[in-house]
């Protein structure tokens, strides 16, 4: 009995150790390594024989921020993500809020029917809005012969087409994570609030959305770097002409610029951590709670 | 502060009743309790008042004003409920001022009404805190000072007491009971709770199945239950079962005992524990007198509760105050006198009976 109660804090760390351990490894292995890696590389210097020369040089930095194109492909990114991520939070809202209250026994269904897109892979998903805005595809057609357009409306390869399909993509995110947030907040709230004389807006202006805030800032966070961090769906929906920075890192990857390609990288992570930060903080001046 | 008027109130969903033509007046400034089981409609009723359910019939008005189709927000109640409901990411006073800047307010005069209302619950100290930083019994103060600052016509308390421990119950009790008279509010609270219910209103309603069984004064459903279920209730019954033979209640285990008013079939008497006199030997007067043996003493300091069998089918419960002295243990013989009990027909719970 002694003894076991002499050991309890010495199992107790290990039973910790056990617990955080894998994690820990795989994080260290499969993220901090290859991001080191990565950093080193972003220095080194290329060289279209050698490839890649070991240097310390901020030169590929600078090629970035100093070429109109890479520059342009950035604020396209940063752009399209906060439209993005904008409409996520206005669409997904009230579904959130249906979904959180309703009483129906086919409320699980209705979460369901959530979630499926996600079941689709991005390409697959990406290939079906390609059918439907394409310029002989079912939008187009169904104008067409409706008689609302004449000749054919061409959707894809724009950056109406980009923002629709990550839309689609990451509005599943930001529901099911407002979803559970909202179902934590006590209808008892919203009722208190209607019966001191607050209507439906005043209601959502002072209870609902400041409690929910927490989040809405999960789910900008999530969408928003989903946005940032988009491939399949600008390469595939917004054509050769259109350019986000998922899809530059990976064509200077495929010209074997590794240094340039690592540097993209890195500007792309920094900026989704600056830009999301500077949300968070933001928010948190605005409804100190 | 207003009468309030509920007309043959009624929520029905598909074919259940949640509540069925539930009519009640309540004048200004009483204190109306609904009393009852759990899903007998009493919540319904009370989230009908407050404008969180529509009714399928009936009206309700408050003051003379018919508000039946109004949303919550129209409606000038004040609403208290069980998880107190307090908005967690304002201070106290926050809480507090919220409904005065729906009515907009002036500032100057909302700071005053604030403090006015936390001093009426003795928080005034606190209205910097957050409402986690408070315990359960202060957390309703505050919901009381926030439902009554801005005047309802009408304050609405939804079991207002039953997050609280027994302790706290009791300051918080008395607490609203003191305060709803102080302003002369009128004031409706749902309770399954029957000492609560006793302790706090002017009136009661005992509601089962979506209806109201009786409404009175604590006394009068006490003493004069209109119903088997209502004497069940409110307050504790024994109840004997039997047939009614030459005016005598006779059960099957052969007791034959006198009731009040005679009335035909099969009948059930019920009996108030404190009325059933015990002793060890046979009394010199008193009616129904049975021998029987104690089966159960339950010690409760000043009152002793005996349950004395007085035939294998017939069991009553007998409440009896502790004088000092012998105590009688199980298995004594004893001699019970019940005195004359209501009777109510066996065949309905809810039939009016005496």
């Given at each position: 009995?002694?003894?076991?109660?002499?050991?309890?804090p010495?199992r107790?760390?290990?039973?910790?150790?056990a617990l955080v351990?894998p994690?820990?490894?795989?994080?260290?292995?499969?993220v901090?390594?290859?991001l080191?890696l990565?950093?080193?590389?972003?220095?080194?210097?290329?060289?279209?024989?050698?490839?890649?020369i070991?240097a310390?040089?901020p030169?590929?930095?600078?090629?970035?921020?100093?070429?109109?194109?890479?520059?342009a492909?950035?604020?396209?990114?940063?752009r399209?993500?906060?439209?993005?991520?904008?409409?996520c939070?206005?669409?997904?809202?009230?579904l959130?809020y249906v979904?959180?209250r309703?009483?129906s026994r086919f409320k699980?269904?209705?979460i369901?029917g959530?979630?499926?897109p996600?079941f689709v892979?991005?390409a697959?998903?990406?290939?079906g809005?390609?059918t439907?805005?394409g310029?002989?595809?079912f939008?187009?057609?169904s104008l067409?012969?409706?008689?609302?357009?004449s000749?054919?409306?061409?959707?894809?390869y724009?950056?109406l087409a980009v923002i629709?399909?990550?839309i689609?993509?990451?509005?599943p995110?930001?529901?099911?994570t407002?979803q559970?947030?909202i179902?934590?907040i006590?209808?008892?709230l919203?009722?208190?609030?209607?019966?001191?004389?607050a209507g439906?807006w005043?209601?959502?202006r002072?209870v609902?959305w400041?409690?929910?805030?927490?989040?809405v800032a999960?789910?900008?966070i999530?969408?928003?770097?989903?946005?940032?961090?988009?491939?399949?769906?600008?390469?595939?929906?917004g054509?050769?002409e259109?350019?986000?920075?998922?899809?530059v890192?990976y064509?200077q990857?495929?010209?074997n610029n590794?240094?340039f390609?690592?540097?993209?990288?890195f500007i792309?992570?920094a900026?989704?951590?600056?830009?999301?930060?500077?949300?968070g903080f933001?928010?948190r001046q605005?409804?100190?709670? | 502060m207003?009468?309030?008027?509920?007309n043959?109130?009624t929520?029905?969903?598909?074919?259940?009743h949640?509540?069925?033509?539930v009519?009640?007046?309540?004048?200004?400034?009483?204190?109306?309790v609904?009393?009852?089981p759990?899903?007998?409609?009493?919540?319904?009723?009370?989230r009908?008042i407050?404008?969180?359910?529509?009714?399928?019939a009936?009206s309700?008005?408050?003051g003379?004003?018919d508000?039946?189709?109004?949303?919550?927000?129209?409606r000038n109640t004040g609403?208290?409920?069980?998880?107190?409901?307090?908005?967690?990411?304002?201070?106290v006073?926050?809480?507090?001022?919220?409904?005065?800047?729906?009515r907009?307010?002036?500032k100057?005069?909302?700071a005053?009404?604030?403090?006015?209302?936390?001093?009426?619950?003795?928080l005034?100290?606190l209205?910097?805190?957050?409402?986690?930083?408070?315990?359960g019994?202060q957390?309703?103060?505050?919901?009381l000072?926030?439902?009554?600052?801005?005047?309802?016509?009408?304050?609405?308390?939804?079991?207002p007491?039953?997050?609280?421990d027994?302790k706290?119950?009791?300051?918080v009790?008395?607490?609203i009971r003191?305060?709803?008279?102080?302003?002369g509010?009128?004031?409706v609270?749902v309770?399954h709770d029957q000492?609560?219910a006793l302790?706090?209103s002017?009136r009661?309603?005992v509601?089962?199945?979506?209806?109201?069984?009786?409404?009175?004064?604590?006394?009068e459903l006490?003493?004069?239950?209109?119903s088997r279920?209502v004497?069940g209730f409110?307050g504790?019954s024994?109840?004997?079962?039997?047939e009614?033979?030459?005016?005598?209640?006779?059960?099957s285990?052969g007791?034959?005992?006198e009731v009040s008013?005679?009335i035909h079939g099969?009948?059930?008497?019920?009996l108030r524990?404190?009325?059933?006199?015990?002793?060890?030997?046979?009394?010199?007067e008193?009616?129904n007198?049975?021998?029987?043996?104690?089966?159960?003493?339950?010690y409760?300091?000043?009152?002793?509760d005996?349950?004395?069998?007085?035939?294998?089918?017939?069991l009553?419960?007998?409440q009896v105050?502790n004088?000092?002295g012998?105590l009688p243990?199980?298995?004594?013989?004893?001699?019970?006198s019940?005195?004359t009990?209501a009777v109510?027909?066996?065949?309905?719970?809810?039939?009016?009976?005496?």
């Amino acid at each position: 009995m002694t003894d076991a109660t002499a050991n309890a804090p010495a199992r107790t760390g290990l039973t910790a150790a056990a617990l955080v351990g894998p994690a820990t490894v795989v994080v260290a292995l499969g993220v901090l390594g290859p991001l080191l890696l990565l950093a080193k590389y972003s220095v080194n210097k290329y060289d279209p024989y050698e490839f890649m020369i070991s240097a310390f040089s901020p030169e590929n930095y600078v090629q970035f921020f100093t070429d109109p194109f890479y520059l342009a492909a950035f604020w396209t990114t940063i752009r399209i993500s906060i439209l993005c991520t904008l409409v996520c939070i206005v669409l997904g809202f009230p579904l959130a809020y249906v979904l959180a209250r309703t009483q129906s026994r086919f409320k699980n269904l209705m979460i369901i029917g959530v979630v499926v897109p996600l079941f689709v892979g991005n390409a697959v998903r990406a290939a079906g809005w390609m059918t439907l805005l394409g310029s002989r595809g079912f939008l187009s057609v169904s104008l067409e012969n409706l008689g609302i357009t004449s000749g054919s409306t061409e959707i894809m390869y724009s950056e109406l087409a980009v923002i629709l399909g990550i839309i689609a993509v990451n509005l599943p995110y930001m529901v099911l994570t407002l979803q559970s947030v909202i179902e934590g907040i006590s209808r008892n709230l919203e009722e208190a609030a209607f019966s001191m004389g607050a209507g439906p807006w005043t209601m959502f202006r002072r209870v609902l959305w400041p409690m929910a805030l927490p989040g809405v800032a999960a789910g900008t966070i999530l969408t928003f770097i989903l946005a940032m961090n988009a491939y399949a769906t600008p390469v595939l929906l917004g054509g050769p002409e259109f350019h986000m920075m998922a899809p530059v890192i990976y064509d200077q990857f495929q010209l074997n610029n590794w240094p340039f390609s690592a540097a993209v990288a890195f500007i792309l992570m920094a900026s989704t951590l600056a830009l999301t930060v500077a949300a968070g903080f933001a928010t948190r001046q605005r409804f100190r709670a | 502060m207003a009468r309030l008027e509920l007309n043959a109130l009624t929520k029905r969903y598909g074919d259940f009743h949640a509540a069925r033509d539930v009519s009640l007046d309540v004048p200004e400034g009483e204190f109306l309790v609904l009393l009852g089981p759990s899903g007998c409609g009493k919540t319904t009723t009370l989230r009908m008042i407050a404008g969180f359910v529509e009714p399928t019939a009936g009206s309700i008005s408050i003051g003379g004003n018919d508000v039946t189709r109004l949303p919550p927000w129209k409606r000038n109640t004040g609403l208290v409920f069980q998880n107190y409901a307090l908005f967690p990411h304002m201070t106290v006073a926050e809480n507090v001022a919220f409904g005065l800047e729906m009515r907009k307010m002036s500032k100057a005069e909302t700071a005053e009404k604030v403090r006015g209302a936390l001093d009426l619950v003795q928080l005034g100290h606190l209205a910097d805190r957050y409402p986690r930083q408070m315990s359960g019994g202060q957390q309703q103060r505050v919901a009381l000072a926030r439902a009554l600052v801005f005047r309802p016509d009408v304050l609405l308390l939804d079991e207002p007491l039953s997050n609280l421990d027994a302790k706290l119950r009791h300051e918080v009790r008395i607490e609203i009971r003191a305060l709803q008279q102080r302003l002369g509010i009128t004031a409706v609270m749902v309770t399954h709770d029957q000492e609560e219910a006793l302790t706090m209103s002017d009136r009661l309603v005992v509601m089962s199945e979506g209806q109201v069984r009786q409404v009175g004064t604590q006394r009068e459903l006490y003493e004069t239950p209109a119903s088997r279920f209502v004497a069940g209730f409110v307050g504790r019954s024994s109840f004997l079962e039997g047939e009614l033979r030459d005016g005598r209640l006779v059960t099957s285990g052969g007791l034959a005992i006198e009731v009040s008013k005679p009335i035909h079939g099969p009948v059930t008497a019920a009996l108030r524990p404190e009325r059933i006199a015990v002793s060890a030997e046979p009394p010199a007067e008193g009616t129904n007198v049975f021998p029987g043996t104690v089966e159960l003493v339950s010690y409760m300091g000043g009152l002793i509760d005996l349950h004395v069998r007085l035939s294998p089918s017939d069991l009553v419960v007998a409440q009896v105050s502790n004088q000092g002295g012998t105590l009688p243990a199980m298995g004594d013989r004893v001699f019970a006198s019940l005195g004359t009990p209501a009777v109510f027909p066996a065949s309905d719970p809810h039939a009016r009976g005496h």
